[in-house]
């Protein structure tokens, strides 16, 4: 017993849960087609008075030559019913229908029909397969929606399973100061194509939706007086050089894998206009944010990790500065200035004294005598101190016994 068929004539897949009213009953002369086998089947039950629910059967009460993709269509469209449940109930949502654009009896995608939701102005088509067909099923899909909906947003709700989430190693985010894990996946060549075509893919997981974004992954490059080699208090199995950067609100095709944001469904019509994950570019601007705080922080640890090393550079002497700077100021037909007669030449190391006939200098060279100056200095005058009086000369010892003699003498007389 099946619980949906085509309809060659409306060219929809016809769900019993929907509905079967006006429907013709019976063989309808081969109007429904079972969606696994291609046979044509009976519409069951549509009766008032029938006795059982609704439902197609093939002919004879057999069953299906293919039962496993019979019931596994039957499971993928009981989560499409039950995703469209949840898409009505949100708010801002004013319509939510099912509908199978582009899809053929003869040439199926092996999708399920998707979800039609009227979000304001917005149209949104929302996929939500079981299993991912392949790259041109999935194109094939994205152009008929195209055609019968014109602009509106196309999303693509992937389970986690491995064949469509791919996960790879989580890996370490800074959000508002605490680390945060956020998953990663390898994107498929089907997934790629949904991004290709303007789609958006995302996963969703109960009521989480995984939002992704871009990862590339690159190395700091290596520049003067940086040192990036064992830093103190760092991972020994990480390289401080090994960092990452986003790409985002979708990711860039040159990603090389994708991160996810985790946010919750009903966030997804929060603006009662649009249907969009703005909490989940909120967070991915603040990605972009620390890792440009990343990137200054590296690059001045780096610097630090240097200097505690190798010490801080040493500035440039004059000297060395002079000679430096000396070619580029130079005019370029000035004459080359030969070297003094008492400087020694450095020899050619690629010629032998011998063969030059220069004779090997002195083991002690005479020290150079510096020329003597062109004029001589200048001799300040010296300085004469003013007249002082002469001191009266007092006689001596001597001279006053001979006085005081000559006087004795002139008394005795």
């Known amino acids: 017993m099946g ?69 596994q269509i039957d499971a ?52 939500r397969p079981g299993t991912l067909p392949g790259p041109q099923a999935v194109r094939r899909r994205i152009r008929a929606v195209r055609e019968a909906h014109g602009g509106a947003a196309h999303v ?23 680390d945060v894990e956020h998953q990663r996946v390898a994107p498929t060549e089907q997934q790629q194509a949904i991004l290709d075509a303007g789609g958006h893919v995302y996963w969703l997981d109960g009521k989480l939706v995984l939002v992704p974004y871009g990862y590339h992954a690159f190395r700091h ?3 003067p007086e940086r040192d990036w080699t064992n830093w103190p208090k760092w991972p020994r199995h990480k390289d401080p050089r090994d960092d990452w950067r986003i790409s985002k609100p979708r990711p860039a095709a040159d990603a090389d894998c ?48 240097y200097v505690e090393r190798h010490g801080p550079p040493l500035p440039p002497s004059p000297v060395t500065a002079a000679v430096a700077e000396g070619p580029a100021t130079a005019p370029k037909d000035a004459p ?40 001589p200095p200048p001799v300040a005058p010296p300085v004469i101190p003013p007249q002082q009086p002469a001191p009266v000369a007092r006689p001596s010892r001597q001279r006053r016994w001979a006085r005081l003699l000559r006087g004795l003498r002139r008394r005795e007389r």
């Open 258 to 305: 994708w991160g996810l944001v985790p946010i919750a469904l009903s966030s997804l019509t929060r603006t009662r206009a649009a249907f969009q994950p703005a909490d989940a570019h909120r967070i991915m601007d603040e990605l972009y944010a620390a890792q440009e705080g990343r990137y200054r922080w590296r690059d001045r640890r780096a610097r630090e990790v």
């Open 3 to 71: 619980r949906s068929a085509w309809d060659t004539e409306t060219k929809r897949i016809i769900h019993v849960e929907a509905g079967v009213e006006g429907l013709p009953i019976g063989m309808a002369g081969g109007r429904y087609l079972c969606r696994s086998c291609r046979d044509p089947l009976i519409l069951k039950g549509a009766r008032p008075e029938a006795k059982v629910a609704p439902h197609f059967a093939h002919q004879g009460g057999g069953a299906c030559r293919l039962p496993d993709q019979e019931a």
């Open 76 to 127: 993928d469209d009981e989560v499409v019913i039950q995703l469209c449940d949840q898409i009505r109930a949100l708010p801002g949502v004013t319509g939510c229908t099912l509908a199978s654009p582009g899809e053929d009896p003869h040439r199926p995608t092996g999708l399920p029909p998707v979800v039609v939701a009227q979000c304001g102005e917005t149209t949104v088509v929302i996929e």
């Open 336 to 375: 080359t200035a030969a070297p003094p007669a008492d400087q020694p030449r450095t020899p050619d190391p690629s010629v032998s004294p011998a063969a030059a006939n220069v004779p090997a200098p002195p083991s002690n060279p005479p020290q150079p005598v510096p020329p003597p100056p062109v004029a």
């Open 221 to 223: 490059p290596a520049r």
């Open 156 to 178: 693509w709700f992937l389970r986690r399973d491995p064949a469509q989430f791919g996960q790879l190693p989580s890996h370490t985010v800074r959000l508002g100061g605490c």
